[in-house]
């Protein structure tokens, strides 16, 4: 929807930029695919490549959060359900740059009970340590994340798999 659209291009606007330059060695956010402001169907999982190698045993929901807004951009009271695995970053040889958030699948005729849900805004945090942030995310080595990421993404609006999947089987 058009306010939905209005939403995000507002929140976007306050968002870190589609690729963030590494500085001086810091563990830092690179990118996020796809970029902040898509569109993400349903069943679409998000990456987030890194400048550093993650411990996945510092992935949590106090260091990747996710608020769901509604069209008019208020918060709903809604849990991003999903699980996060490590991944390959392009041109890496072995995975440990990317992490990957794999939303679960809806199992009801609503398409209500999945990680994502149709017609949203999902705006993705990962807290830095430059604020003082407690919790952050952590390289293999235990250097917490430099500096905060926020991303933004969209769901499209729709009822039926056609319109909410990438690949509705």
Known sequence: SAALCIVAAALWHGCSPGGIVPTSGNFVVV????PSGSTLFLNDPIAFDFSKAID????S????????????GNPLPEVVVGSFVLGTRPGDAQPGRRLRFEPRLATDNAYQNGGFRAERAYV????????GAGATLLTEGGTPLAQA???VFLTPVGTQPSQLYRNPL
């Open 124 to 131: 993705v945090r990962l807290p830095g340590s430059a604020l």
């Open 31 to 34: 990118k996020s695919d796809p």
């Open 61 to 72: 929901t106090s260091t990747v959060t996710f608020e769901a807004l509604d069209s008019q």
């Open 56 to 59: 996945l045993q510092s992935v």
């Open 149 to 151: 990421a926020t991303f």
